[in-house]
């Protein structure tokens, strides 16, 4: 019999009360604008050296591709 997920709030079995969720700590990480698509994205690892000349989301905005479109062979 599968179990069941309680809607309670977390409870603390030592002291009764309800323990609040923390909070991230990690700082908010920058963010664009794509021109292409206009999506906002974020700074991700791989920019880190060159975060300042990327201008594009992807690859596929970055060579004016519209989002969906492949390389298929339509029917």
């Known amino acids: 019999m599968p179990t069941r997920r309680s809607t309670r709030p977390s409870v603390s079995a030592a002291t009764g009360w309800s323990v609040p969720r923390r909070e991230s700590r990690r700082p908010a990480r920058p963010e664009k604008t794509c021109p292409a698509c206009q ?18 989301c992807s690859e596929a905005c970055r060579r004016g ?9 339509s029917s």
Not at 65 to 73: L, T
């Open 65 to 73: 591709r519209p989002r969906g479109s492949g390389p298929r062979a």
């Open 39 to 56: 999506r906002p994205f974020q700074w991700r690892k791989k920019w880190e050296r060159d975060w300042e000349q990327v201008v594009y």
